[in-house]
């Protein structure tokens, strides 16, 4: 493990597993698998697996599951990924230099994070690369963020109160939520029969403050965007008011956060 893990690291990937785990990316893991047509026995990888949902999820539902791999670049998260499934095997390591032979797996996934790879066709080339033949890759990404709920809102609210750069920071995950361009980088990195389908996905947080919070003490700084506690304070006030519609019972969050699911087969 890295020599640079260390306490907060460690913290905030606890707090992205018991947050933004269920709130998020839990109830799109399935549709990840079912997306992938593992069998029984099929060598599995997991890219930017984070703390893990993605490869836990496919050992708790493929009957008889082979190999199951796990990569991420976050030492943290790999420690609460360690943590919750021992038995799969996490390894630190870059998607645009991916520390596997050709053709070492059967089916290669990674839900909500090509967004963030700092070469995004050379990362889609090295999950090309090793894939067996016939495999199949499989890639969730979130969808245009006009087409979410809430998270325009929050947006705007960055905007006017923190500025350009934290308001970009929340934009970031949105970037790749056009079906045409998400398929042209899979087919350009050497994957077949390429498609794209969109998945309806729920957003459900705790709260208003909890969900906005978790943005700016946990996102913002992950992307470089460091907020003062007078502008978090601002911005949480103004959270209360803009984004009150979204409030179900008791208090609770809701709001449409729709996916694209992207697959294609290595010939």
Same mark, same amino acid.
């Given at each position: 493990?890295?020599?640079?893990?260390?306490?907060?690291?460690?913290?905030?990937?606890?707090?992205?597993?018991?947050?933004?785990?269920?709130? $998020?990316?839990?109830?799109?893991?399935?549709?990840?698998?079912?997306?992938?047509?593992?069998?029984?026995?099929?060598?599995? $990888?997991?890219?930017?697996?984070?703390?893990?949902?993605?490869?836990?999820?496919?050992?708790?539902?493929?009957?008889?599951?082979?190999?199951?791999?796990?990569?991420?670049?976050?030492?943290?998260?790999?420690?609460?990924?360690?943590?919750?499934?021992?038995?799969?095997?996490? $390894?630190?390591?870059? *998607?645009?230099?991916?520390?596997?032979?050709?053709?070492?797996?059967?089916?290669?996934?990674?839900?909500?994070?090509?967004?963030?790879?700092?070469?995004?066709?050379?990362?889609?080339?090295?999950?090309? &690369?090793?894939?067996?033949?016939?495999?199949?890759?499989?890639? *969730?990404?979130?969808? *245009? +963020?006009?087409?979410?709920?809430?998270?325009?809102?929050?947006?705007?609210?960055?905007?006017?109160?923190?500025?350009?750069?934290?308001?970009?920071? @929340?934009?970031?995950?949105?970037?790749?939520?056009?079906?045409?361009?998400?398929?042209?980088?899979?087919?350009?990195?050497?994957?077949?029969?390429?498609?794209?389908?969109?998945?309806?996905?729920?957003? &459900?947080?705790?709260? #208003?403050?909890?969900?906005?919070?978790?943005?700016?003490?946990?996102?913002?700084?992950?992307?470089?965007?460091?907020?003062?506690?007078?502008? #978090?304070?601002?911005?949480?006030?103004?959270?209360? &008011?803009? @984004?009150?519609?979204?409030?179900? *019972?008791?208090?609770?969050?809701?709001?449409?956060?729709?996916? +694209?699911?992207?697959?294609?087969?290595?010939?």
């Amino acid at each position: 493990m890295s020599n640079s893990l260390s306490d907060e690291a460690v913290l905030a990937a606890k707090v992205y597993e018991e947050l933004h785990v269920p709130a $998020l990316f839990q109830q799109f893991a399935p549709i990840v698998v079912s997306t992938a047509q593992i069998s029984p026995g099929q060598r599995v $990888l997991d890219v930017a697996c984070g703390t893990g949902i993605l490869a836990r999820t496919v050992v708790s539902t493929v009957t008889d599951a082979g190999p199951v791999t796990g990569l991420d670049q976050s030492p943290g998260m790999l420690a609460i990924a360690r943590q919750l499934a021992p038995s799969i095997d996490w $390894l630190e390591g870059a *998607a645009e230099s991916l520390p596997f032979a050709d053709n070492s797996f059967d089916t290669v996934v990674s839900q909500f994070g090509l967004m963030f790879f700092q070469n995004r066709p050379s990362a889609l080339r090295e999950m090309v &690369r090793v894939l067996a033949p016939g495999g199949r890759i499989v890639v *969730a990404v979130w969808d *245009a +963020l006009i087409n979410s709920q809430a998270y325009p809102d929050e947006v705007d609210i960055l905007q006017r109160l923190a500025g350009q750069a934290a308001a970009d920071a @929340l934009r970031a995950p949105f970037i790749l939520g056009n079906s045409d361009h998400v398929s042209a980088l899979l087919a350009d990195a050497g994957a077949a029969f390429v498609e794209v389908v969109p998945h309806n996905g729920t957003a &459900r947080f705790p709260n #208003i403050k909890t969900m906005v919070e978790a943005d700016l003490r946990g996102w913002l700084p992950a992307m470089g965007v460091q907020l003062n506690e007078a502008q #978090i304070a601002l911005i949480l006030n103004e959270a209360e &008011r803009v @984004l009150n519609r979204f409030k179900v *019972a008791g208090g609770q969050v809701e709001f449409a956060a729709p996916a +694209l699911i992207a697959s294609g087969i290595k010939v």
